[in-house]
């Protein structure tokens, strides 16, 4: 039985006693929570939550032709941050990608959180904290912590390039900052400023993601069970480009300015997903997803990989412990990475698991996010096809929406994310190649 989103919010309002309707967008909802209620608010966060859910659930891995940064912000622990159980909830792929590293260093956590506040104090335009923000991170990087970060890496001289880049963008961000001091608010010259210390900060974190990977122990593999050996495998982190155009020739418009092509660069994580990871990785070397068409569209999620004809996914001899579809399609395990546990879980949800509540290592919570579609009941029913999430998280904190824990998140897009706004069902996928990272896939013998 598939129940429409109209009837979910039914269902959600008349928990809470208050008439029944279906809002137009969710979008309406999120500009408009703030005047509500709490126990309203409640009720809101349910619809757009069952929004994203009614989206995927209606036809979740089988397509058929039927079918604003917060103003505040708060020093949080790492814990919190990856979890989005926090002040704020974390919506920045590369920020989620570095939590998401099998790393524990104290230290450099400690330091990650101070840059990364720096952006957000940035983007808000909360100056003076984005400048004491800057000095704190300057201070550690000149204290013996950094002793204790080389002592982490497995090349300590690597890491100290890394640490010394850093150091040195310290200095034009502090002096980005303290210009816009002197602008006036809403001036171009404050733009100019703003935009410096923002270029500064992004500098500093790109190699902060360098030390923070040098970090990863050396010959680390995550561990997967033997049974799926006969699988592919992403032993690491892998970097996908993709190019997509319009069938008829017509232009991408995002945000008022138009593009021949969309193009985006997406980070597969192995250290959360091999098997899912390994799966996707190896049918963009195959050439799979080439000149296929997007095939959903929705405003929640865009989605792809059914081929032509009758098979929903890719047709490939199966693994021996998931098997093969009805049509010959090679099936993957669910593969979910719980917080705080040494392996992925398999073939199960976390409510089915009895662990419902509990935050997956890399959530749902970006734009741009990458999930495997599946059949709702079956969890072994994945193959090809995956979507990019669209929905804004600011109402559904990692761990408390209805996609961490039943559908495995194994990827975000870091660069050309806001194409995927622009992206309408019939565009085309003209290419797809592996960029950096092709040697972490390890393939069945």
Request: a negative charge; hydrophobic letters at 35%.
């Amino acid at each position: 039985m598939k129940i429409s989103f109209a009837a979910i919010s039914c269902l959600a309002l008349s928990a809470t006693s208050a008439a029944a309707f279906a809002p137009s967008s969710p979008h309406r909802i999120s500009t408009e929570l703030n005047a509500s209620p709490e126990w309203l608010q409640k009720a809101q966060q349910t619809l757009v939550t069952a929004g994203v859910a009614a989206s995927l659930w209606s036809a979740p891995a089988f397509l058929d032709s039927t079918g604003v940064f917060p103003t505040t912000t708060s020093t949080v622990t790492a814990k919190e941050m990856a979890s989005g159980s926090g002040s704020r909830v974390n919506k920045d792929a590369e920020s989620l990608l570095r939590y998401g590293l099998p790393i524990n260093n104290k230290e450099v956590r400690k330091l990650q959180v101070v840059l990364e506040d720096v952006k957000y104090d940035i983007q808000s335009k909360r100056k003076g904290a984005a400048l004491s923000g800057s000095q704190k991170a300057k201070a550690i990087l000149n204290s013996k912590d950094t002793e204790k970060m080389k002592a982490a890496c497995r090349e300590p001289d690597v890491c100290q390039k890394y640490l010394t880049a850093m150091i040195q963008e310290m200095d034009p961000l502090s002096a980005a900052l303290k210009e816009s001091q002197d602008t006036f608010q809403g001036s171009d010259q404050e733009r100019a400023a703003l935009d410096k210390a923002y270029e500064a900060q992004n500098e500093a974190v790109a190699s902060l993601s360098l030390l923070e990977e040098q970090m990863v122990p050396k010959g680390y593999k995550v561990p997967v069970p033997e049974e799926y050996n006969d699988l592919p495998q992403l032993q690491g982190r892998a970097t996908v480009s993709m190019t997509l155009v319009k069938p008829n020739k017509a232009p991408f418009q995002v945000d008022a300015v138009s593009y021949p092509e969309a193009k985006m660069k997406m980070v597969i994580d192995g250290y959360n997903a091999p098997v899912t990871g390994g799966n996707f990785l190896e049918l963009v070397q195959k050439g799979f997803y080439d000149k296929m068409p997007i095939q959903r569209s929705d405003g929640f999620v865009v989605q792809t990989g059914r081929p032509e004809g009758n098979a929903e996914g890719y047709v490939a001899p199966g693994s021996k412990s998931v098997g093969n579809g009805k049509n010959g399609e090679r099936l993957i395990p669910l593969e979910i990475f719980v917080k705080g546990d040494k392996a992925p879980i398999y073939e199960v949800t976390i409510e089915d698991e009895g662990r419902g509540g509990e935050a997956t290592v890399i959530p749902f919570s970006s734009y741009g996010a990458m999930g495997w579609a599946r059949e709702e009941y079956d969890p072994n029913s994945g193959s090809s096809q995956f979507f990019w999430l669209l929905f804004d998280s600011d109402l559904t904190p990692a761990g408390k929406n209805v996609l961490d824990g039943r559908y495995p998140c194994f990827g975000y897009v870091v660069e050309g994310a806001d194409f995927l706004k622009a992206v309408e069902e019939g565009d085309i996928i003209v290419s797809a190649k592996v960029t950096e990272g092709a040697e972490n896939l390890i393939l069945p013998k």
